[in-house]
Antibody, heavy 124, light 113 residues
Framework: QVHLQESGPGLVKPSQTLSLTCNVS??????????WSWVRQPAGKGLEWIGR???????NYNPSFKSRIIISVDTSKNQFSLKLTSVAAADTAVYYC????????????????WGQGILVTVSS | DIVMTQSPDSLAVSLGERATINCKSS????????????LAWYQQKPGQPPRLLIY???TRASGVPDRFSGGGSGTDFTLTISSLQAEDVAVYSC?????????FGGGTKVEIK
């Protein structure tokens, strides 16, 4: 059974850095069979893809975030992380980590497993 | 970016009746490499993460009841619930994976009439 679990602070001050980690069980990041991704959802709104990482460290970010985000992976811990800098109120959302299907050679496809999500509020 | 537009925003359907949700992409999402439409559908209940229902526009994910079906090609797609059940009350969203960045529709809320 594949399980993803987000962790991190639920409250971040404006202009600071949001840091989240996703712990993965039941699926090995280092197997290289999938991408690993972050998606967010502001309250009452639609889903927004943030970016993804591969076991090798290869990344693809949504250009909307490109200058503010870093996604990293730690295959020894079977986890990956998100850092979003210079946050503002508009970054308040539920943040999900998700497994992204990979169609060889490197096409990103659909999300087949999701974490429960973590609400991050940006407020002073 | 490819813009995904869903309609309607919400719909109310009687139990046992058919529900149809539309999703339109701003450009074709038919992959010439795979000869498949790069579209997925998700179901999201309150307080829960999205659940994958359909991928490649018409392939049901594991464990998804066969009352859920996906159709369409190119830029126009549909998700159909053939006989609405109480547990199908949720928001349904489409997602394209033809071109990065991956993008989602705004969601359609399905309720019981």
């Amino acid at each position: 059974q594949v399980h993803l679990q987000e962790s991190g602070p639920g409250l971040v001050k404006p202009s600071q850095t949001l840091s989240l980690t996703c712990n993965v069980s039941g699926s090995s990041i280092s197997s290289g069979s999938h991408y690993w991704s972050w998606v967010r959802q502001p309250a009452g709104k639609g889903l927004e893809w943030i970016g993804r990482i591969y076991a090798s460290g290869s990344i693809n970010y949504n250009p909307s975030f490109k200058s503010r985000i870093i996604i990293s992976v730690d295959t020894s811990k079977n986890q990956f992380s998100l850092k979003l800098t210079s946050v503002a109120a508009a970054d308040t959302a539920v943040y999900y980590c998700a497994r992204l299907q990979l169609q060889l050679p490197r096409t990103e496809c659909h999300f087949d497993y999701w974490g429960q999500g973590i609400l991050v509020t940006v407020s002073s | 970016d490819i813009v995904m537009t869903q309609s309607p925003d919400s719909l109310a359907v009687s139990l046992g009746e058919r529900a149809t949700i539309n999703c339109k992409s701003s450009q074709t999402i038919l992959s010439t490499s795979f000869n498949k439409n790069c579209l997925a559908w998700y179901q999201q209940k309150p307080g829960q993460p999205p659940r994958l229902l359909i991928y490649w526009a018409s392939t049901r994910a594991s464990g998804v009841p066969d009352r859920f079906s996906g159709g369409g090609s190119g830029t126009d797609f549909t998700l159909t619930i053939s006989s609405l059940q109480a547990e199908d009350v949720a928001v349904y969203s489409c997602q394209q994976y033809h071109t990065s960045p991956l993008t989602f529709g705004g969601g359609t809320k399905v309720e019981i009439k």
